[in-house]
Nanobody
Framework: QVHLVESGGGLVQAGGSLRLSCATS????????MGWFRQAPGKVREFVAG????????YYGDSVKGRFTISRDSAKNTVYLQMNSLYPEDTAVYYC?????????????????WGQGTQVTVSS
């Protein structure tokens, strides 16, 4: 059974940094693309970042380009999201997602399993 468990969220001041982790189990993580999405209250779920199965390709949402970095450690079956220069607008619940295959997509339909989410709150 697929399990995705996010951690690392919390409260941070604007300009600060956080690193989210997504521990995976129940599947061979190195054969699937992985991604991060976020959802703020009253807003639709938004693509944040994605990384291919091999780890050599990454995509980012326009609002986080240059500030966030996605990475993966296949040995630890863990995906990370390093978030720098955080803005209050980055406040949301962040979700880890498992791709439907090795190819990388940027929409929710490209991902088939989701974690429970971790709250990130950025204060001004």
């Amino acid at each position: 059974q697929v399990h995705l468990v996010e951690s690392g969220g919390g409260l941070v001041q604007a300009g600060g940094s956080l690193r989210l982790s997504c521990a995976t189990s129940g599947f061979i993580a190195s054969t699937y693309a992985m991604g991060w999405f976020r959802q703020a209250p009253g807003k639709v779920r938004e693509f944040v970042a994605g990384i291919s199965a091999s780890g050599d390709t990454a995509y980012y949402g326009d609002s986080v380009k240059g500030r966030f970095t996605i990475s993966r450690d296949s040995a630890k079956n863990t995906v990370y999201l390093q978030m720098n220069s955080l803005y209050p607008e980055d406040t949301a619940v962040y979700y880890c997602a498992k791709g439907r295959g090795s190819g990388l997509g940027t929409t929710s339909t490209s991902f088939g399993s989701w974690g429970q989410g971790t709250q990130v709150t950025v204060s001004s």
